[in-house]
Structure formats: structure tokens, C-alpha cells
């Protein structure tokens, strides 16, 4: 497949979790990539969460991107069964490069570099560095808090209900992600974001 129909970044840890659910999202994010002719842009490792969704994706016919940083090539198991591998040089590189990949941005349960990832991502977007969609899919509640949390944040008047609507969030990982692709559609184009951060 030379020319995808379109391209999601999905964010998720390099664990597994000790909730068998994640890994049936993370399976099942990557199916749906695949049998829609899409690509995956992800982190490049091939052990836990992000093991799963890029082998999924292969497996069911869609190309897979991965960037790591080669401080982390042998930390989190560089997938060299990636369509494309790119070894950038740090973290920095690696975000904007999976950005510029996108068309939009999908967050399975993760840890903190999931986190960082997410509200970096979200917070270029707030800024107009790219107006792509953002998603959460919320598994068994895995983002509740965090979500309760953030609404917190616009209670006490440190943030914006626009800025929460800048992301999606849902327990129904197809219609999200069908959700993600349908709005990518009205993105701007992605200037170099390696240039502005």
C-alpha cells in the first residue's frame, strides 16, 4: 500500500496494563486502522499496548510508521517490522515528525509518556500549530478521573470549555475513530513543527 487512505497517530503505553481490556482496544484500534487501508503513526516500540495496536494494524493490511528516539531504540524494542522506522535523535523530533505524519490523534490507556504526549499535541492545537482532531478512547473508564479533573480545571477558571472541546472522548473505539478520520478532513495544513517548538 503506497498511498493510505489516512493516517492516525495513536498514543498508548509501552506496558500492557494488568486490565485485559487495553490490549482488546489497543487490537481492536488497530484492526479498524488496517481494514480501512490506513496508517498507524506510533511510537516504534514493539512491547506492551503499542506492540499490540502496530502488529494489529499489520496484520490486518494497514502500513505501519514508527519514530523512537535512539536513546529508547533498545528500552522499548524498536519494531523493525515497521513499514517505516525513522531513528530521530530526541523526543522533540519524535513528536513533531508523528504530528506532521497525522491526520489525527488517538489516545489508548497509557502512562505519563502517554500523557505528555496527549496534552502536548493538545496544546498545539489550542495554539493553531495544527487544527487536527484529538481523541480519547476512554476503556473501562480508564480517563475518568483525568476528565473530572480537567472539567476542575474550567470550574476554578484555568482553562476554557473551548479548550475542552478541542478532544473527543469515548468508549466506542470505532465510532471515535471513524469520528477522527471524517474531521481530518477540515484540517488545516501542518506547517513544519519542528520549526516552532
Known amino acids: 500500500m503506497t498511498n493510505p487512505a489516512f493516517s492516525i497517530c495513536v498514543y498508548c503505553g509501552s506496558r500492557p496494563g494488568t486490565n485485559p ?3 482488546e482496544i489497543a487490537k481492536a484500534t488497530g484492526q479498524w486502522i488496517g481494514e480501512r487501508g490506513g496508517q498507524l503513526v506510533y511510537g516504534g516500540g514493539r512491547s506492551g499496548l503499542m506492540g499490540v495496536v502496530a502488529e494489529a494494524t499489520r ?3 494497514g502500513r ?4 523512537i528516539p535512539q536513546a529508547l531504540v533498545d ?3 524498536a519494531n523493525q517490522a515497521c513499514d517505516e522506522l525513522h531513528i530521530v535523535k530526541n ?3 519524535r513528536k513533531a515528525m508523528m504530528a506532521e505524519r497525522s491526520d489525527a490523534f488517538v489516545a489508548l490507556p497509557g502512562g505519563i509518556g502517554t500523557f ?3 496534552f502536548e499535541v493538545w496544546t498545539w492545537r489550542q495554539l493553531g500549530y495544527h487544527d487536527k482532531p484529538i481523541g480519547l478512547i476512554n476503556v473501562d473508564g480508564y ?3 483525568m476528565l473530572q479533573f480537567l472539567q476542575s480545571c474550567v470550574s476554578n477558571g484555568l482553562m476554557g470549555e473551548w479548550q475542552m472541546g478541542l478532544i473527543e472522548s469515548s468508549s466506542d ?3 471515535l475513530l471513524q469520528n477522527m478520520v471524517q474531521n481530518s478532513g477540515t484540517r488545516l495544513d501542518t506547517p513544519n513543527l519542528r520549526s516552532v517548538i
Open 21 to 23: 481490556q487495553f490490549t
Open 59 to 61: 496484520q490486518a493490511g
Open 64 to 67: 505501519v510508521v514508527g519514530i
Open 75 to 77: 528500552k522499548e524494542l
Open 91 to 93: 523526543m522533540h523530533e
Open 116 to 118: 505528555e504526549e496527549l
Open 143 to 145: 480517563y475518568d478521573a
Open 173 to 175: 473505539a470505532p465510532a
